[in-house]
């Protein structure tokens, strides 16, 4: 029996550093707050709140005074940072690289399109899209940037309600597939008559190109533990894209979600996950399936 851990799979180094931060801090002050969880992962954002990691909803840093406060990898709208600055909250902010450099190039266009209408030079404001999951804590930071006016698009079908007549910037959540956002470029072209269009490629390859490689894992077990938090986005594409390549593909948030006997017959089984899931827990579920299959002999 073969039992590996993808080497590959694992947290981005944006929830790296988002992390390292927060038990940094915590290190010192023993408490600290987080925006929203962490990362989408149920058993790493209990590991911190064991050690002090509390989580709290916007609603509830409405009413925070004089705390300090860790922005996740995410990354937060506009709006967040000035309650803050109203609060006297202290901010921690683990906003990812990749990330920030996109809410900047969406808030450079969208104020130079109204610095262009407000003078004369045009009459309409391109439409900016953002391609991406709606209600995503990126996305809401994405859309923050143009005073909430971009509109998210999640598929094709959401472009029948859009004036595609008009110019348009086409944008992506940095975590959304390559595939997926080829697909609505080409989607967009085919439909638009008239007006410009634009688009940018600003999808992490930290995370795009970790595809190909799950797909080479995923294929080369007889079959697939595939670790993901119930929240997670990325973990829902990255986990459909192995049961492409293996059909003997299982998904589990947890040790407490594994069904040993889905594994019976299997010589060699790999464990894969999510940019958000931590690699003690997949290294747990192996070392679980170990100890499972050593009493069953």
């Known amino acids: 029996?073969?039992?590996?851990?993808?080497?590959n799979s694992g947290f981005c180094f944006g929830v790296v550093t988002a992390i390292e931060k927060a038990e940094e801090q915590l290190e010192k002050s023993g408490t600290l707050y987080c925006l929203g969880d962490?990362?989408?992962n149920a058993s790493e954002v209990e590991r911190l709140r064991v050690r002090g990691l509390m989580t709290i909803t916007h609603a509830e840093l409405r009413t925070l005074k004089d705390a300090t406060v860790l922005l996740r990898a995410h990354g937060e709208p506009p709006s967040t940072y000035s309650v803050a600055e109203e609060n006297n909250i202290r901010v921690i902010d683990a906003t990812c690289p990749v990330v920030l450099q996109l809410q900047r190039r969406i808030k450079e266009a969208y104020a130079e399109n109204l610095r262009r209408r407000e003078s004369g030079e045009m009459t309409e404001m391109p439409l900016i899209l953002i391609y991406g999951k709606e209600g995503h804590a990126e996305v809401n930071g994405l859309v923050g940037q143009t005073n909430g006016e971009a509109i998210v698009i999640q598929n094709a079908?959401?472009?029948?309600?859009?004036?595609?007549?008009?110019?348009?910037?086409?944008?992506s959540q940095t975590t959304k597939s390559l595939d997926g956002f080829r697909h609505i470029v080409e989607e967009i072209k085919a439909r638009k008559q008239t007006g410009g269009f634009e688009y940018f490629d600003t999808i992490c390859r930290q995370v795009a190109n970790r595809l190909s490689k799950l797909r080479e894992f995923a294929a080369s077990h007889d079959a697939i533990v595939f670790v993901s938090g119930a929240k997670s986005s990325n973990g829902k594409v990255l986990f459909e894209e192995c049961r492409k390549v293996n059909t003997r593909s299982y998904l589990v948030s947890d040790g407490s979600g594994l069904d040993m006997s889905l594994l019976e017959g299997a010589d060699s089984i790999g464990i894969c996950g999510a940019t958000s899931t931590p690699r003690w827990l997949m290294a747990d579920i192996a070392e679980l399936i170990k100890n499972n299959l050593e009493k069953e002999s």
């Open 1 to 7: 029996m073969r039992i590996e851990v993808d080497d």
């Open 38 to 40: 962490i990362v989408h």
């Open 157 to 171: 079908d959401d472009l029948d309600s859009i004036d595609l007549s008009r110019d348009i910037l086409l944008y």
